[in-house]
Nanobody, 124 residues
């Protein structure tokens, strides 16, 4: 098992930046493909980005491509999401997730473990 804890959320103006972190504990972090998802009020959980176990491979939702960057530091057991050029529509609770069996999947139901989420609010 792995435990995930997100941090770094907050309130930012449109056009600003935030960096989210997800710290893992438990089973070896490098054995998991990781993902970021988000959920706005009244909406379903939405895929944002995913990264391979080594960090070499990444994939993004079209809505964040070119603005967000997913990365990981396996030595620090930490996943990151750098968010630039933020828009009000990026407002949501952001969750990190871990997948022990597959690689770089985009469906939420294919991830095994989830953090508690961190709130990101972008004001216009």
């Amino acid at each position: 098992q792995v435990q995930l804890v997100e941090s770094g959320g907050g309130l930012v103006q449109a056009g600003g930046s935030l960096r989210l972190s997800c710290t893992a504990s438990g089973r070896a972090f490098s054995s998991y493909s990781m993902g970021w998802f988000r959920q706005a009020p009244g909406k379903e959980r939405e895929f944002v980005a995913t990264i391979s176990r080594t960090g070499v491979g990444t994939f993004y939702a079209d809505s964040v491509k070119g603005r967000f960057t997913i990365s990981r530091d396996n030595a620090k057991n930490t996943l990151y999401l750098q968010m630039n050029s933020l828009k009000p529509e990026d407002t949501a609770v952001y969750y990190c997730s871990a997948d022990s069996r597959r690689n770089m999947v985009v469906r939420a139901d294919e991830y095994d473990y989830w953090g508690q989420g961190t709130q990101v609010t972008v004001s216009s």
